[in-house]
């Protein structure tokens, strides 16, 4: 899966309403990556824009450019660093994988396991020929299941990734983040959101109709006659727009005291009364006992509003119905492992039509994901070994302490913040866990076995591995040097109830990274991601959260009103950003869901030039002194809105703006410059221009 953009906040929420938007590829024929990737410069002269004025739009100047060079690939939704970077790092693996899935003695076992994932994935002659026999089994057992039996059967498909009526796993305690518990969450769902179900634009209606004809086709390729299929298609877009209506928005979900409803076991069994959970419990491997947030038997319930609606939902739809959604959840999990004609219709609706990519991802590409998805510390091993040298763990760690100095020094400095609060403050500062590059022990894969001739057998065991790992975890102590991320991911995330910081070596590369280069532009790029992810700490839903990752109210009333004036600004900021389309189907940036990411961005920006002014004096780098015809305070800034330069597709974005809590690239460059302290001055602008507005924000 491209990770595009995603500096992520990783609320460790149920990823339950997610669908299967990243397994939608198919074969091609290419074994190798046929075009040569490369990283790009550091510091991108050939993506700005000179004539354009940098105090009128600093986007247009640093990346004005960068489109026109980088003309959008037919396999991809859009292009930008992150991209650019991930086709890199894929490559990389790629390589990695080509060499160990040639049969050998002198693999070791997990070269063997990557190797033969890989190996198997690649064959797609033989796909093509195992046809649906791989899931016949499970379609057998769709085909005879009656209402009674729906609970059991979603435990064995939600184990194997199926997004079965429902989200179950695994979730640090918010409230007590020593613990690991069970939580049930909203799903079920095949659009990206439920607002995909309920909005009335003619756009909208459109994907409806569009998705209807998609379930149709994935039918009958399993074997149901069209009419058939049409009608059940029809019904399921009826029974998940029930499981919809019951679903709470994106948006919503950023409250997290509304989503956090601790229930005894008990209770939600009353909630979902006459079904049974135990044989669901017993199905998805879940421990017989389940101590959670309420004593021995409790869980978190994250909408106990949608449960009760799915029961009345199953209630009032045939058993048929339920079948054929089933059975299509089960298609689109596993497409890329399944024949050309499955894996081809999948990607025509969640690629094709809600993403804008005209052309599949290359083969080598969807396997070498696959086997980061299912392998990824045994692959990131290798990764790192070969892509990630000693020296810059050590360098990148001497970044984030100065940008975590910085903003000890911003907490000192801050008129809105009274010292009650600034003590808990820098408290929860000082207890902000570094995690850089890769995790310090490695997963064990040894109990995982992976043949080189069953590829979509390899991917349901992988996940079912992963899935008793994950439920395995409740009611035992926390790991707190586990990773969210696999090494190569280009991404980088916050966790809160963790309280630390995680940067996968897969980012620390070139252009994000490179030891080479002077600090102003690595404190403008990695540096201003450091920040970003350290200040997710302290944005609308970081900040609800100690330093011991609980979520506890440690401000003063009055503190929390002013915290909550100042992001408002921001809200109304990017709020007033349209994204794409016209009139009735334009849809805005979504100022309350970006709110978190922006405030990241705002603030992350802050302390990387904070943290970049003190390591020049420190260093005696004279900021002044220019290089390429830019001062080191300019050379900072065009970095940093370098992160943002893209090309998407429309789709793309608007898919984006509709699920996304980042804002489209192009918003985060100037959305956060004009809220900048430095920045006037860098680049001699007049107060009022543009990009020196009379008001503007600032929280951190
Ligand atoms: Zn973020």
Not at 249 to 276: H, K
Not at 451 to 464: D, G
Not at 469 to 489: F, S
Not at 528 to 538: Q, S
């Amino acid at each position: 899966m491209p990770a595009r953009t995603r500096l992520v906040l990783a609320a460790a929420l149920l990823a339950a309403s997610m669908p299967s938007l990243c397994r939608s590829q198919t074969a091609t024929p290419d074994a190798a990556p046929q075009t040569q990737y490369v990283p790009s410069p550091a510091f991108d002269l050939s993506s700005i824009d000179a004539k354009a004025d940098p105090c009128s739009d600093f986007y247009k100047f640093a990346c004005g450019n960068f489109a026109a060079n980088h003309p959008i690939p037919a396999d991809q939704s859009g292009v930008d660093q992150f991209y650019v970077l991930y086709n890199v790092n894929t490559q990389e693996l790629s390589g990695i994988l080509q060499k160990f899935a040639a049969p050998s003695p002198d693999r070791t076992p997990n070269e063997q396991k990557i190797g033969d994932f890989y190996a198997a994935c690649m064959n797609t002659p033989l796909i093509e020929k195992q046809n649906l026999a791989p899931i016949q089994p499970l379609l057998d057992k769709i085909d005879s299941v009656r209402k009674s039996g729906l609970a059991e059967l979603a435990g064995e498909l939600q184990r194997i990734g199926v997004n079965a009526f429902f989200g179950f796993g695994e979730q640090q305690d918010f409230k007590d983040s020593t613990k690991q518990v069970a939580a049930v969450d909203q799903g079920g769902l095949g659009l990206p959101e439920r607002d995909y179900y309920t909005r009335t634009g003619d756009k909208d209606k459109q994907i409806r109709d569009q998705y209807v004809a998609h379930i149709a086709k994935m039918l009958a390729f399993a074997g149901e006659l069209p009419p058939q299929a049409t009608h059940d298609a029809q019904n399921i877009l009826t029974f998940e727009t029930a499981l919809a209506n019951a679903s709470m928005t994106v948006t919503a979900r950023r409250d997290l005291e509304a989503i956090y409803r601790p229930q005894t076991v008990a209770a939600f069994q009353a909630s979902i009364a006459p079904v049974d959970i135990a044989p669901f419990l017993e199905a998805i491997h879940a421990p017989a006992a389940l101590p959670g947030p309420l004593g021995p038997d409790s869980l978190i319930n994250f909408n106990p509003a949608f449960f009760p609606a799915l029961i009345a939902a199953i209630h009032a739809t045939d058993i048929e119905t339920l079948r054929a959604y089933l059975r299509y959840q089960l298609l689109t999990t596993f497409a890329t492992q399944l024949p050309k004609r499955i894996n081809d219709e999948n990607f025509d609706f969640y690629r094709r039509k809600l993403q804008g990519q005209p052309k599949q991802d290359p083969r080598w590409k969807i396997c070498s994901n696959a086997v980061d998805s299912a392998l990824g510390e045994a692959l990131g091993q290798v990764y790192v070994q070969q892509y990630f040298p000693a020296g810059s763990k050590e360098k990148t760690l001497a970044m984030v302490h100065d940008i975590e100095s910085a903003m000890d020094h911003d907490l000192d400095t801050l008129d809105w913040m009274s010292p009650a609060t600034r003590i808990k403050a820098k408290e929860k500062l000082h207890a902000v866990a570094d995690k850089i590059g890769y995790p310090d022990h490695w997963r064990d894969y040894s109990k995982l076995s992976v043949s080189p001739t069953e590829p979509l057998e390899n991917v349901a065991h992988a996940t079912a591995f992963e899935n008793d790992r994950e439920l395995n975890k409740i009611g035992k102590p926390v790991d707190k040097l586990e990773w969210g991320m696999t090494p190569p991911t280009v991404n980088a995330y916050y966790n809160p109830s963790m309280n630390d910081i995680n940067f996968p070596a897969g980012i620390l590369q070139p252009s994000f990274y490179d030891p080479a280069t002077d600090v102003a532009v690595n404190y403008g790029h990695i540096g201003a991601v450091i920040g970003h992810e350290l200040t997710h700490g302290f944005d609308d839903e970081g900040r609800k959260f100690d330093g011991l990752g609980n979520l506890t109210d440690w401000w003063t009333p009055a503190d929390a009103k002013n915290f909550e004036a100042k992001t408002g600004c921001l809200v109304n900021e990017y709020g007033s950003f349209t994204a794409v389309g016209e009139g009735k189907d334009a849809v805005k940036v979504n100022g309350q869901l970006t709110l978190g990411e922006n405030t990241a961005d705002n603030g992350g920006l802050v302390l990387a030039y904070m943290a970049y002014l003190a390591r020049a004096k420190k260093d005696g780098i004279d900021i002044t002194k220019k290089t390429d015809g830019y001062t080191g305070a300019q050379r900072f800034y065009i970095a940093f809105a370098q992160n943002w330069c893209e090309n998407s597709r429309p789709e793309q974005v608007r898919n984006q703006v509709l699920t996304d809590p980042h804002s489209p690239d192009h918003f985060r460059a100037n959305g956060a410059i004009v809220n900048q302290p430095g920045f006037a001055d860098a680049f001699s602008c007049k107060q009022g221009s543009p990009m020196v507005p009379a008001q503007s924000c600032r929280v951190w």
